[in-house]
């Protein structure tokens, strides 16, 4: 890892962990010692960043310097600190793993007081029914979709029957019970949602459908009404 992208790693775990972070823990996070995390803490200080704290006791990050201060009403922190929830409840792990990077990122761009609004935000999330565990890799998917490439599934039918198919994906809907995906299906030359759930495998097939997602997509919703 060359010394820019661990300074960098290094800025993300202040920006995402719960502060104080130690040097031990940043050390853990980029795998160097913990002299050389104190050395990375001085040249992102002189670099702009404002790091409170110190050695034997932890770190914070008061303000980014590599990111603009970002102005948001009282009304906006309660939208993102919300959104940003929902997220992490609803989301796969990858997913809800993004949310608290993008949590933390737009916290260090934020000016003090807008800060503590964010982290101490009245609106919170709480789903007291999990969804169906999901066996496959739902990042696959995820991109999949961006690359618009077709995907070979195992899936369980409404009869219990394993069937085998390619389909195109176009959309992932994160509904309060389950995970669906939108998806043109190759075997029936149609639309159908396919419940994350019952896939149980899933691999690229190496066919492009590029660049016909978003109209696809389009056609789609229109038919979903």
Known sequence: MSRSDRL???LQALRTLPAPVTAAQLAQET???????????????????????ERGYGYCLVEDGTLPPQKFSRMEIEAIALGLAQVGQMGDPHLAQAAASAFG????SMPSLSQQHLLHAISQVHHFDARPP?????QLIREACWREEGLNIGYIDKSQRVTEREIWPLAIIYLNNMLVVLARCCLRQEFRMFRAERMTAAAASGNSFRPQRAALLRDYLAELG
């Not at 990122?105 to 260090?108: G, I, S, T």
């Not at 999901?134 to 739902?138: D, E, L, P």
């Open 31 to 53: 795998g160097v010692s913990i002299r050389s995390i104190y050395r990375d803490v001085e040249s992102l200080r002189a670099a702009g960043a404002e790091i409170g704290g």
């Open 105 to 108: 990122k737009v916290a260090a």
């Open 134 to 138: 999901v066996a496959i890799n739902m």
């Open 8 to 10: 960098f790693r290094v």
